[in-house]
Every structure is written in structure tokens, then in C-alpha cells.
């Protein structure tokens, strides 16, 4: 047995000798030739897409086109929050009335139709059908690939220990999986102590820019906040357990402010270092350097 699915997850016994890791598009055009450099760089490295492809910029359907024919090449393409907005909408079983188009979702419908269109029409198409058929996490013997976060213990695969509800808003293990912040971030949310990562995995991440990432480790470092134009790789990590890398380079910000925020390409080995990054800063590549 190689690839199977259980529980919205792709489990793959095998390994590449690399990934490389982009999530968190939202339309970006330039971020996909950051994606052809690196495989450029790595041809025969494993592209894994951690989610968020639209909503944002306005380049929507040019990403998914790309995604639709990177995945016919192999590629895992995961789910994310947004694409779950999506299919919901489509659904016509929004978890918030609105939520989507407070996130755009009318300049998604636009940007791939030319207009907006009713949920049955979306639902008719190869986009609904393409980001459907996504699975939420991929994982691998020492990698876990996913958009939100998983809790970083022990029992982190397990659905049945998923069962806080914050809000009204079940945080059950596919909701978790795509939509968490910090119930992944920290082990004590009130004093914002980092979370220890006990699962035996790197654990590699989009959803939230990373500047935006701050709080404190138990062995008394810091993170602090970073300016909103400086949305660089994260790793965190105590001594003894594999990282927590954060990737999301800030593509859903404003292009007009924020012009140069077009992601972060990661490439991993297979044991989960962080090999190389490529970004609007180095569009090339270049080693990365743990803070």
C-alpha cells in the first residue's frame, strides 16, 4: 500500500527525496512562477498546495487553471478555508450566512464567470467539482501537510477527540483542520505560550500571514510580531521536536499596499528541514535561516 485516503486525508507510506510547499495564493499570478522556479530548481520534487487559491486577487481562474494541470502532473492540492467557503455556498450550507462574500467570494464568482452566478451554476463547474474532490491533509512518514493546523499532540489523527464547540462553531476534526488559529498556535491561548509539537512530524501550515504571529515559548523566547510587509517563513520549534512551519505569505493582503506580498515556496526533505524559500525577495531561492 502506497497512497490511501482516510478521514479527508491523504496518507502516502512513501517519500519523496522533496517537497515543495505553497499555500495561500488567493489569485496571485506572480506566485506561480515562483512555483516554476522551484521546480525548475527540484524537478522531481513532490508540489504540495496547502490551500486558499482564491479569494483576494485578480487572478483566480489563471491559479486554478494551474492547479487543475499541476494535479494532472501529480501534484497535491489540499483544501482551505476559502475553498471550503466556496463549496459550501455551492452547497447552499454556509456555517455563516454571507461568510464567503464577506471574503470576496463575489470577486471569485467574477473573476471565473465573468459575473456573478447563482450556486448552482458554481456548482456546475469544473471548478466546484476540482476543489470538491481536494483532500484536507496529506501526510507522509515524517510530514504533515495541512492548511489551518492539527493539535499538536499524540492523538492528533484522531476525529473522535475533536469536540469543542467555541461560538456555536464545532471545531470537529475537518473544521479544525482548516479554519484553526490559535488552538494550534498555543498550548495556554489567555498568556499566548507556544505549543510543543508531540506529533513526530514536521507540521507545515498556511492560513495565517505570518507577520501576524507572535507569543512565547516556555523556555522563555519570544516571537514577536513582524510588519505586515515582511510575511517571511516561521519555523517554531523547542529543542528535541520536529517544527511547526508557517508559510502563508500574505496574498490576501491589499495589492496596492501591500504589492510585493506574493507568497512563500518552501522546499522541504524528506525528514521536514526546510531546504530552500523563494519569495518576491528572492525569486531564485535562497537557504533558509531559522529565527
Request: aromatic letters at 12%; glycine letters at 8%.
Amino acid at each position: 500500500m502506497t497512497q490511501r485516503i482516510v478521514n479527508s486525508t491523504l496518507i502516502d507510506d512513501r517519500e519523496k527525496e522533496n517537497y515543495i510547499f505553497i499555500s495561500d495564493i488567493h489569485g496571485n499570478l506572480e506566485t506561480l512562477t515562483l512555483i516554476d522556479q522551484a521546480q525548475k530548481d527540484y524537478p522531481e520534487a513532490q508540489l504540495v498546495a496547502g490551500g486558499d487559491y482564491i479569494d483576494g486577487r485578480s487572478h483566480v481562474k489563471e491559479v486554478l487553471d494551474y492547479l487543475i494541470e499541476q494535479k494532472a502532473r501529480g501534484a497535491i492540492v489540499l483544501r482551505g478555508n476559502h475553498e471550503q467557503m466556496l463549496l459550501n455556498f455551492a452547497d447552499k450550507k454556509e456555517h455563516q450566512e454571507g461568510i464567503w462574500f464577506y471574503n470576496s467570494g463575489n470577486k471569485t464568482l467574477i473573476n471565473l464567470f465573468g459575473q456573478e452566478v447563482a450556486a448552482e451554476e458554481l456548482k456546475d463547474s469544473k471548478y466546484y467539482r476540482f476543489l470538491n474532490g481536494c483532500p484536507i491533509m496529506y501526510e507522509t512518514p515524517h510530514l504533515i501537510f495541512v492548511h489551518g493546523g492539527v493539535r499538536p499532540d499524540e492523538k492528533y489523527n484522531d476525529p473522535a477527540t475533536y469536540t469543542e464547540t467555541t461560538y456555536g462553531l464545532k471545531f470537529d476534526y475537518d473544521f479544525f483542520r482548516i479554519w484553526a488559529r490559535e488552538r494550534y498556535w498555543y498550548s495556554d491561548i489567555e498568556n499566548e505560550v507556544i505549543a510543543h509539537n508531540l506529533t513526530g512530524k514536521t507540521i507545515v501550515t498556511g492560513h495565517t500571514p505570518t507577520a501576524g504571529l507572535e507569543g512565547n515559548f516556555d523556555d522563555g523566547r519570544k516571537l514577536e510580531h513582524l510588519a505586515w510587509d515582511h510575511c517571511v517563513v516561521r519555523a517554531l520549534q523547542y529543542p528535541g521536536e520536529p517544527a511547526r512551519v508557517f508559510t502563508d505569505g500574505g496574498s490576501h493582503s491589499d495589492p496596492l499596499i501591500y504589492p510585493h506580498n506574493d507568497g512563500n515556496v518552501v522546499v522541504f526533505n524528506n525528514e521536514g528541514k526546510i531546504i530552500r524559500v523563494y519569495n518576491w525577495d528572492n525569486p531564485k531561492g535562497t537557504e533558509f535561516k531559522n529565527e
